[in-house]
């Protein structure tokens, strides 16, 4: 017999080079030192954090993390799941006829008691990527880990197990899903902070990635750059990243 797990969800895993990694580290760092020097994101986020800041690309590894790392995780995203589509059937989302825009990033600290309950973002992708963790979470225990929800509610007795999937966090590594997928962070006790940073990005038809010498022309003409996306639509959203 065989077993169809039908309807999957792709989740893109990824690993930081360790020198980024320390970069980020000390930018959070400096971060949560100067709070007052960086915008108070948490009036348009989901999350009940101690502490949530907007962070800029001029700043140390910002730029590097999101060239290099989570936008091609985008692409990469859309390459996956797309390309299992017969040609005819992939809409806008060929590749080099698509543009892929950060809009927003922001630290988050979490700290004994805080907690993410369950929501969505605005955009096409969203991500989250570790920093640090204290060493009470553990993969024994929900405290602190991120959950994946299904369609579903996650129910024992009529065997829906496949409806939430608890990810370990681990300093260095991050995910990058679609921003429809609901997804929640657990509290945990004891001392420590559990540090990481978000995104929110969206992808955008009609924009080459990388304009062929035929395209160098139009692509001198100023793109429209698409409006800020908050994690709710009745929050105010602050200005673009």
């Known amino acids: 017999m065989d077993v169809l797990d039908l309807f999957p969800r792709s989740i893109l895993k990824g690993t930081l080079p360790t020198p980024l990694l320390e970069a980020l580290l000390k930018l959070a760092g400096g971060v949560l030192n100067r709070p007052k020097d960086h915008p108070d994101a948490s009036r348009k986020l989901a999350g009940q954090l101690s502490e949530q800041r907007e962070l800029r690309r001029d700043q ?13 995780a985008c692409h990469r995203w859309i390459r996956h799941v797309v390309d299992r589509q017969p040609p005819q059937g992939r809409g806008p989302w060929v590749e080099g006829r698509y543009h892929l825009q950060m809009i927003d990033l922001w630290l988050n600290c979490q700290r004994a008691g805080d907690y993410n309950p369950m929501h969505t973002h605005g955009g096409s992708f969203s991500g989250v990527i570790f920093l640090k963790v204290p060493p009470q979470i553990k993969a024994s225990s929900f405290d602190g ?85 908050s994690l709710s639509s009745q929050r105010q959203s602050a200005k673009g990243f």
């Open 145 to 229: 880990q991120l959950c994946f929800h299904g369609p579903e509610e996650w129910h024992l007795q009529s065997f829906r197990m496949g409806m939430a999937e608890y990810m370990l966090p681990v300093p260095g590594e991050y995910f990058v899903f679609p921003a429809w997928q609901p997804h929640s962070v657990m509290p945990y006790r004891g001392e420590g902070e559990r540090w990481s940073i978000a995104f929110n990005v969206v992808a955008v038809p009609g924009q080459p990635n990388l304009p062929s010498s035929a395209d160098q022309t139009s692509s001198r003409r100023p793109a429209r750059q698409p409006a800020n996306v």
């Open 60 to 72: 140390p590894g910002i730029e590097t993390l999101c060239a290099e790392h989570l936008l091609p």
